[in-house]
């Protein structure tokens, strides 16, 4: 073995004349002693003859101390990849930016941005061979969210808003048991404590991936306790101006939420039920417009009723 850019001397005995092939890197074919400069992994070949004809052939092989390197790599950011050299007794690995030990023949690579290391090897004859290993950096997404809760006819309606960057990807931890993979999903919980909820996101074809946690486990999350406004006058003329009359409350009741009005002789003029508009605008179920006065109404609400009197002036 020879090192990179080295010459070995080759020794033939026993006949009065040589020559050797193939002739790439050889001094002289014809000498018994030539040079040997080859560039790769050769056999040279060598033909002896003497004062008689008498011929025989011989060979030689050179190897070279070369080594590669690896493996190129594409990695996310904060990620890793195991490098290794194919021989050598010592190594020196340049930039040791990102390098667990410069001094090994299998570090971790680390680096922050696209990186070019080479890497030097050192047999235990002292040649010196380079090979280069290249890590390219994939940017990392970005986990980020916040959350709103309101209690609803079926529980604690939670909508998630999605904050996260550089993402592509997404799966939601609702923390009960349950999952999406939508971007801004939302979701029903059971009334009491709060949950963990984790966000994935992913990138670079879910190459790369983040995540974030928020602990909502100790907040109370109740629907047993609905507070519902009334105003005790409405005026339906249409001026854009409390036009209508409908009890207000926190939540999203509407899909269990009812409403009647009736008029002085306890006549049902008016009903809104789950999922209507439940704004009494001042007509009849028969279309017209009521007479001013006083009316009473009746709510009710995921099973709680309240009633009183509003008053209708024009």
């Known amino acids: 073995m020879i090192c ?84 050598g007794a010592t190594f020196s690995w340049t930039p040791t930016e990102g390098v667990s030990d410069p001094t090994l023949a299998t570090p971790y690579l680390s680096p922050n941005d696209n990186t070019i290391y080479t890497v030097t090897a050192t047999s235990a004859f002292g ?17 980020d969210f916040t959350a709103e809760f309101e209690p609803s006819c079926d529980g604690i309606y939670a909508d998630f808003q999605n ?12 923390g009960d048991g349950e999952t999406s ?21 992913y990138n670079n074809d879910s190459l790369c991936s983040d995540s974030v946690t928020v602990d909502f486990s100790n907040q109370w999350f109740g629907n047993d306790t609905i507070d519902i406004n009334y105003s005790t006058v409405f005026t339906p003329n249409f001026d854009g101006i409390n ?50 006065g006083t009316y009473f109404y009746i709510v009710s609400l995921k099973g709680y009723e309240n009633h009183g009197y509003v008053t209708v002036i024009y």
């Open 4 to 87: 990179e850019n080295g010459t070995l001397i080759l020794q033939a005995t026993g006949a009065d004349a040589y020559l050797w092939s193939p002739l790439v890197g050889l001094s002289d074919p014809q000498s018994a002693n030539p040079e040997a400069s080859p560039l790769s992994e050769t056999t040279y070949f060598v033909t002896g003859t003497d004062v008689n004809g008498c011929v025989n052939i011989d060979s030689v092989r050179i190897t070279i101390f070369s080594i590669t390197a690896g493996p190129d790599s594409i990695v996310c950011l904060n990620d890793s990849v195991l490098a290794f050299v194919s021989d």
């Open 127 to 143: 040649c010196e061979s380079s090979a280069e290993v290249t890590v390219d950096i994939l940017s990392l997404p970005i986990a």
């Open 163 to 174: 904050n996260s960057q550089n993402s592509e990807a997404y799966f939601w931890l609702f």
């Open 181 to 201: 993979d939508q971007f801004e999903p939302n979701h029903t919980y059971e009334p009491g404590l709060g949950n963990n909820v984790t966000l994935y996101t």
């Open 243 to 292: 036009d209508c009359f409908k009890p207000g409350f926190d939540g999203r009741f509407s899909d269990c939420y009812n409403l009647k009005i009736f008029n002085r002789w306890g006549a049902l003029i008016f009903e809104s039920t789950g999922g209507q508009n439940h704004c009494w605008d001042g007509y009849t179920k028969g279309g017209k417009l009521s007479d001013a």
